[in-house]
């Protein structure tokens, strides 16, 4: 029997879990209703991969697990040119470059147990690499909508995994249209609309406290696109919260940029925008994310705030971090421009915990234009 189901934002109507099952019949987003019983000795102690947390995922029913080999990502302490020193979690190792294998890792995994044989998909880039990589692996064929200035290198990613790429003229919410048309009646595993995607990134916060100690961060920095990451770790930690296993909730930080804040501007009744400029950040650059009341209530829930970074600070953070032989995507560069900008407007900015989300080997061309201007 399965503990979970699908529940509409609004609390209205209930779901049994089912692949095709990614919206409310009247068009409402769906949350998944999971209370998995909490404690320590449940993390599985010889797995150190993101399957550690198994007992907490909705995958009681699953007879195999995709994987890739999720590693367990490394939080490392670096002290910045100012002084400042916070621990960053490395999640551009995980498998396809990005944390987004978390999500996919987990949804695959779920949409496997429950028969999927073909699934859609739409991104501008990580989570669709991820998705790929994932349905490659569970012997899935997958369909990715992409926007037709999607970066080359991230579009043959998701070719050599065999993914069919549909390119879309036009914006972000162009291709976000084609695919809800095409979505009708299919198995649609996407990163916002599908809940069970955030049950695998929600792994980001059990993982951060059991490194820790069980000790809960001050703040966690996150960036917030879709919100995929802040909202998995909003479950996450409140799971942990709500069981005892912490006695704080961290302040969630979520970071956009100027070209692309409408969160931002909603949190702090700023006009809307008028338009999306270009950005370096181009992972965070969505101008109506879907949960995105979602996401301002848990960074109110918590405490926290929205920052919003600049294209020179994006610049010179990703340069910093370069000189120091990381090597991560501009848009995890906004996130560690945006903590660096929390930390100085912060009274007490310890026990502060953000990540590196990507990989830069895919964002080469992103990276010519902070190197060389060009
Ligand atoms: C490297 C990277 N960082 C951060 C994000 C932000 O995503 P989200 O807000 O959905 O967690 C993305 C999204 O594609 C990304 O690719």
Not at 34 to 60: A, C, D, T, V
Not at 230 to 250: A, D, K, T, V
Request: glycine share 8%; proline share 4%; charged share 20%.
């Amino acid at each position: 029997m399965s503990n979970f189901y699908f529940i509409d934002t609004k609390g209205n109507k209930t779901y049994e879990t089912s692949a095709y099952q990614w919206i409310g019949d009247d068009g409402e987003l769906l949350d998944l209703w999971f209370k998995p019983k909490i404690s320590q000795e449940k993390f599985h102690q010889k797995k150190f991969s993101l399957w550690r947390y198994l007992e907490f995922l909705p995958l009681n029913e699953a007879k195999e697990l995709v994987s890739l080999g999720e590693p367990i990502t490394p939080l490392v302490e670096i002290t910045f040119l100012n002084g400042f020193t916070a621990k960053i979690k490395q999640d551009q190792l995980f498998p396809t470059g990005s944390y987004k294998d978390r999500g996919a890792a987990v949804l695959i995994s779920f949409l496997k147990m429950l028969g999927a044989k073909h699934i859609l998909q739409d991104s501008s880039g990580n989570a669709g690499a991820s998705i790929a990589a994932y349905a490659a692996q569970a012997g899935i064929t997958c369909e990715i909508f992409l926007p037709a200035d999607t970066a080359p290198n991230k579009i043959l990613q998701m070719q050599a995994y065999g993914a069919k790429i549909r390119k879309i003229e036009g914006d972000r919410a162009a291709t976000a249209k084609a695919t809800l048309i095409a979505a009708k009646g299919k198995v649609y595993a996407s990163h916002s609309y599908n809940p069970v995607f955030f049950q695998g990134t929600k792994t980001f916060a059990y993982e951060l406290i059991e490194q820790l100690n069980f000790i809960a961060p001050k703040a966690v920095v996150l960036p917030a696109g879709n919100g995929t990451l802040l909202l998995g770790c909003y479950i996450g930690f409140s799971e942990m919260y709500e069981s005892g296993l912490i006695s704080q909730m961290p302040k969630l930080v979520a970071v956009q940029t100027s070209a692309c804040n409408p969160l931002y501007r909603k949190f702090f009744g700023l006009n809307p925008m008028e338009k999306i400029n270009k950005t370096l950040a181009e992972g965070i650059a969505i101008p109506d994310p879907i949960r995105g009341e979602q996401m301002l209530e848990a960074v109110k829930k918590t405490g926290g705030t929205f920052i919003s970074v600049e294209e020179e600070e994006i610049g010179a953070t990703w340069k910093e971090l370069a000189a120091k032989g990381f090597f991560i995507e501009p848009t995890s560069a906004a996130t560690i421009a945006g903590l660096l900008k929390y930390a100085a407007n912060t009274a007490d900015s310890s026990e502060t915990v953000s990540l590196f989300s990507g990989n830069g080997l895919k964002s080469s061309d992103k990276i010519n234009q902070i190197i060389f201007n060009s």
